[in-house]
């Protein structure tokens, strides 16, 4: 695979790795600065991205850009993207045959914007980068070093909107990312 962001892109416009773009819209390889120090990673578009090609935009997405502003970042000052590129029908969580075949992408964005720390929104993010061993309800909440890289799994938005009970919990998961990037700040 090529390693540019132009390379990228069209490798994903192009990717017929799994059967996840024969009903879709858009690909949605994912938006932001590609530079940034945050980096947050989903699931797989929901109709919203699907239709318009951009990651997060749905209720959830917003849900998501107010509990970024709440630690004074804006969306164009992270990058976010989803394990899968591709709308999985009825938004069904992705098989690991389709996670699998859309993961180089994944991996060369973090290797191309070579983010200080990754917020793993959810069960499917946490798995396809931190394995099958960290659960997000038990080990949300805490940092996980790989690679010079800091991941914090903690809640999909989704899910907060569905059970508010559990926002009191990513929102002390976000001020542990603010302050583990004040922490890093001098750090090439
Ligand atoms: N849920 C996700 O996991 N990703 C999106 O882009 C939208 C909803």
Known sequence: MRISWDGLHADIEACQRCGLCAGI??????QG????????????PGADEDLSGF???????????????????SRDQVFICNVVKCRPPQNR???PEEAEACLPYLRA??????????ILLGATAVRYTLGENVRVTRDRGRF?????????????PAALLRDESKK???WQD????RDKLKELEGEA
């Open 33 to 44: 600065d590609p530079k940034a120090r945050l980096m947050l990673i989903g699931e797989g």
């Open 109 to 118: 964005q973090v290797g191309l914007v070579r983010p200080k720390v990754v």
């Open 174 to 177: 976000l001020k542990a990312v």
């Open 93 to 95: 969580v992705p098989t």
């Open 25 to 30: 819209h858009h690909k949605v390889p994912g």
């Open 55 to 73: 990651a997060f935009v749905g209720k959830a997405g917003q849900l998501l850009t107010k509990m970024l502003a709440a630690i004074d970042l």
């Open 168 to 170: 009191r919990a990513a």
């Open 144 to 156: 996980f070093e790989k690679g010079g890289v800091w991941f914090m799994p903690t809640y999909h």
